[in-house]
T-cell receptor, first 114, second 116 residues
């Protein structure tokens, strides 16, 4: 199993550009989520999905869109990048999304918005 | 709302020293508690967890006990190694939402540096 994969690993954007961060998992997990990691703030939840066709907002959803057309994939879209979106982005997945289930994280995407 | 507070870092220790990283939480209901570790350049991985009061999670020599009376989940290790150098995150599951969401709320992370 590859686990959770993310592409790209690094990305530099200019303000106003759009892009999609890719996330895929091969563990047949129902639950997937996107977090951003900023210095001194831990990880904050952006969006999450409890299954194909179902998504919901997390703590910091503004400026980001998601969709979940398959169990495996959960892309994160930035429609108009802003410097405040400079961060490290992690995708995670877990089986069933129960409160005690381990979440598996991808290696992250480091995004810089100029 | 629910929240997690960790001790400020960085924490710098010599090899074989005793480690404690404090974590306290605020939550309604009975959350599950976790410690995740992030090694340099990698994603987070689960270190240990506890799902009810007085449970002790343990892994790789690390331990943490779910203390409901003090709302704490402190991470300890008796003898750290250079390879333990990493960022450690305390987290809780968000029990305010329906049980099938499994959302995590993280502390700010504590950087541990172990010197030979």
């Amino acid at each position: 199993n590859a686990g959770v994969t993310q592409t790209p690993k690094f990305q530099v954007l200019k303000t106003g550009q759009s892009m999609t961060l890719q996330c895929a998992q091969d563990m047949n997990h129902e639950y997937m989520s996107w977090y951003r990691q900023d210095p001194g703030m831990g990880l904050r939840l952006i969006h999450y999905s409890v299954g194909a066709g179902i998504t919901d907002q997390g703590e910091v959803p503004n400026g980001y869109n998601v969709s979940r057309s398959t169990t495996e994939d959960f892309p994160l879209r930035l429609l108009s990048a802003a410097p405040s979106q400079t961060s490290v982005y992690f995708c995670a997945s877990s089986y069933g999304g129960r409160s005690y289930n381990e979440q598996f994280f991808g290696p992250g995407t480091r995004l810089t918005v100029l | 709302g629910n929240s997690v507070t960790q001790m400020e870092g960085p924490v710098t220790l010599s090899e074989e020293a005793f480690l404690t990283i404090n974590c306290t939480y605020t939550a309604t209901g009975y959350p599950s508690l976790f410690w995740y570790v992030q090694y340099p350049g990698e994603g987070l991985q689960l270190l240990l967890k506890a799902t009810k009061a007085d449970d002790k999670g343990s892994n790789k020599g690390f331990e943490a006990t779910y203390r409901k009376e003090t709302t704490s989940f402190h991470l300890e290790k008796g003898s750290v190694q250079v390879s333990d150098s990493a960022v450690y995150f305390c987290a809780l599951s968000d029990q305010q939402q329906p049980s099938n969401t499994g959302k995590l709320i993280f502390g700010q992370g504590t950087t541990l540096q172990v010197k030979p």
